[in-house]
């Protein structure tokens, strides 16, 4: 036998069992962010690299070793996109969608990272993400989190998912503190693990989220951004906890959220659970007001978010918020054979026309009577539509009730629309 070839790892089959999860949380995410005026963008899976190096920032983790970056035939730098939102900048740019305007974007698809897979990580994993385009108050940033919680309300998992906030202040107030908080790791180098040293040097604010027991323990006393804000970043932050307090959204201050991504300044937000273990973040994301002119635009503030669908699926289906697939048909329809092929054809047909919404699933492949009904039984379909040799007869349809036990009927096929409107109300 041949050797068969397996999928990437780190990239998931979704089998249909696990399909009708997706669809169930793809179908509440949809709504509610329909309910809030959000519209849908839709931008290609491969951007040239020079989006993300130039968005994501040089020293991070993601462009310095995730991406999935090669050479077209064409000799052109491509990658597969790592995250949504540089897309969305870039597709606002090219269409004049930003400039003096506000616009209200979600999306939803697949994003690649070469990262060490494991529970809640993978190398293509998929984004629900938010971003919205010209509106600068915390009033915006305070919508994006009620809408957050209002999809874990959906979700009934209101109780898992805890916020964590903090600001990053302005370019130059963040470039202030840098010097502060170099200075304070400088005197402490001799703690710091080989990481958070090479960090020191590079993105020293990302020694702040290290999950080294130690430099946590030096990090607790080192300078707090908090303490560094500029007074309208200290006015934002306030003006948005107000907010949330207001709705009733509890929230931490988290003084090493910072973020692993280069383009953010003041909010900085992420929701997190203790159910899923070290990948415990469901949806993370801030305020990015510098990106569009970052990418050529003209100045336009921007703010978003993006959650982790296999986190919050997992999530869920750990706390047994998402249904089994019970069925994949309502209708069988099988018959006598080669002759009741196409009479059942023509009626599976004249059903799904009437009434689209029922599953009308054909048997097909053969098989005597026994054989069809084991199959319209596993199907999970409630009725069977037979056509046997004297229903072709008479231009009948037995109907079969699977389910409740009641007593088949044949009825003439003219009738059979009528009677499955009857059934199915
Ligand atoms: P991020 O924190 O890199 O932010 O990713 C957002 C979320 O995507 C994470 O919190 C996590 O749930 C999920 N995620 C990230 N990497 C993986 C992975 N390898 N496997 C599974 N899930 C993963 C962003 O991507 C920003 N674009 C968010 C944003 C939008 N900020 C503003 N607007």
Known sequence: MATQIQAIRGMNDCLPEESFKWQQVE??????VAAYGYSEIRTPIVENTA???RSIGEVTDIVEKEMYTFSDRNDESLTLRPEGTAACVRAGNEHGLLYNQ???LWYMGPMFRYERPQKGRYRQFHQFGVEVFGLDGPDIDAELILMTARFWKAFGIRDQV???LNSLGSNEARANYREKLVSYLAAHEDQLDEDSRRRMQTNPLRVLDS???KVQAVVADAPKLIDHL???????????CQLLDAAGISYEINHCLVRGLDYYNRTVFE??????????TVCAGGRYDGLVEQLGGRHTTAVGFAMGMERLILLLDTLGQLHQAASTADVYVLGSGDSSTAVANQL???VREAMPKLRVLNHRGGGNFKKQFKRADKSGAQVALIIGEDEMAHSQVTIKYLRTGADQVTISQAQLIDHLREYFV
């Open 27 to 32: 179908n509440t995410l949809r709504q509610v």
């Open 51 to 53: 989006l993300f190096k």
């Open 102 to 104: 506000e616009q209200r």
């Open 162 to 164: 805890k916020l964590q």
């Open 211 to 213: 999950k080294d027991p």
């Open 230 to 240: 500029d007074d309208e970043s200290k006015a934002h932050l306030d003006g948005l």
């Open 271 to 280: 929701w997190v659970t203790d159910s899923l273990g070290a990948q415990g």
């Open 348 to 350: 599976a047909e004249a």
